[in-house]
């Protein structure tokens, strides 16, 4: 099991704590992003006419070649994105379990606290309730806010930044893709790649969405977020 690997020095300069939301502030083994995985095949199956199983792959092309799915859509299909958003979260959250150790760790930290979602406000709202994390965050800047850009793409962060006056070389970023700490790293923030469990699987997921490539893009790796918090505060 991966442990974190941070000590206080690293993040002694950190004044903006930068976080993902979807299976970054809650664990990806209660799979409440598989549910909106699904709603998105099925959406993108009406919106493309496509039979189900390639609707399903072209779903999975415009999430790894456009940052969402739904920025895809929108570039080939003309997609209204609210009512994409509107549709893809309407889940159930029950599963997403309170996490008084993560509230604990999250309010110890100096400084601000943002989310950088490519969901959007709504649906955090929603993950942090349940979490216990309401009120903690001094922003939730999610896609509508990025102007549907979307993480990965350098005017995602560069639109975020500017919009809080964030100074990147004295910020963090954790996310669970490494695609999402590739700019991060290029501009000089500290990154943190959050990560399932070693014997984590689901049918939903594709390979490319779990890989580690062990890059200088990340500096440190952690299945337990809460913990890896813990060393730094």
């Given at each position: ?5 941070a ?32 709603l ?8 493309t ?21 739904l ?12 009512h994409?958003l ?12 309170a996490?008084?150790?993560?509230v604990?760790?999250l309010?110890g ?13 709504g ?24 102007r ?10 560069e ?13 963090a ?6 695609k999402n ?14 990560i ?20 200088p893009?990340?500096h440190?790796?952690?299945?337990d977020?809460?913990g ?6």
């Amino acid at each position: 099991m991966d442990q974190p690997a941070a000590s206080r020095p690293h993040f002694t300069h950190v004044t903006d704590w930068v976080f993902d939301l979807d299976n970054t502030l809650y664990p990806r083994e209660c799979n409440l992003f598989a549910q909106i995985d699904l709603l998105i095949s099925d959406y993108t199956t009406e919106v493309t006419g496509l039979p189900y199983a390639e609707a399903r792959a072209l779903q999975k092309a415009y999430y790894r070649d456009h940052g969402t799915t739904l920025h895809g859509l929108m570039l080939h299909y003309g997609v209204d994105p609210d009512h994409f958003l509107k549709t893809v979260h309407a889940i159930d959250y029950s599963g997403v379990p309170a996490h008084p150790g993560l509230v604990a760790a999250l309010k110890g930290l100096p400084g601000r606290k943002f989310i950088l979602t490519n969901g959007d406000a709504g649906h955090a709202n929603a993950v942090l309730e349940r979490v216990g994390a309401s009120g903690l965050f001094t922003d939730i800047f999610d896609i509508r806010s990025m102007r549907y850009q979307p993480k990965p793409l350098p005017v995602a962060y560069e639109t975020f930044f500017a919009a809080h006056g964030i100074d990147a070389r004295r910020a963090a970023m954790f996310d669970d893709l490494e695609k999402n700490l590739l700019v991060p790293h290029d501009v000089g923030m500290v990154t943190v790649q959050v990560i399932a469990g070693s014997d984590f699987t689901h049918a939903q997921v594709e390979n490319w969405e779990l890989e580690r490539t062990g890059g200088p893009h990340v500096h440190h790796v952690t299945n337990d977020l809460a913990g890896f918090l813990r060393t730094v505060i």
